[in-house]
Nanobody, 117 residues
C-alpha cells in the first residue's frame, strides 16, 4: 500500500522556521522524483520545490528561493522541506508528491502551515 505521510506543519510567527517531512512507503522511493506543493485558500495548488532521484538536482518556485530547501534521504525514504524566513503568504496546506515517468504518481494528505503573529 502506497503511503506518503507529511508531518511538521503548524503555526509559526513571521520570520520563523519549520521543517516538513514526508515519509514514503509502498514503492521504490529512490526511483521517484519528489516535490512539495502547496495550496492556499481560494488558490490553485502550486509547485514549491522539487528534487530528482539519484543526483538530487533541485528546483524552486521564485517565491521561495533562498528561503526554502528541499532534500531527500533515500535510506530513510523521506523527503524534507526546510522553510526559513517564513511569511504570512506562505500559509497553505503543503503536499508531498512522488512521480516516476508519466503514469506513476502519488500524493500525500497534506499538512497545514500557518504563518501568523
Amino acid at each position: 500500500q502506497v503511503q506518503l505521510v507529511e508531518s511538521g506543519g503548524g503555526l509559526v510567527q513571521p520570520g520563523g522556521s519549520l521543517r516538513l517531512s514526508c515519509a514514503a512507503s509502498g514503492f521504490t522511493f529512490s526511483s521517484y522524483a519528489m516535490s512539495w506543493y502547496r495550496q492556499a485558500p481560494g488558490k490553485e495548488r502550486e509547485l514549491v520545490a522539487g528534487i530528482t532521484t539519484y543526483r538530487g538536482s533541485t528546483n524552486y518556485a521564485d517565491s521561495v528561493k533562498g528561503r526554502f530547501t528541499i532534500s531527500r534521504d533515500n535510506a530513510k525514504n523521506t523527503v524534507y522541506l526546510q522553510m526559513n524566513s517564513l511569511k504570512p503568504e506562505d500559509t497553505a496546506v503543503y503536499y508531498c508528491y512522488a512521480r516516476r515517468g508519466f503514469s506513476n504518481d502519488y500524493w500525500g494528505q497534506g499538512t497545514q502551515v500557518t504563518v501568523s503573529s
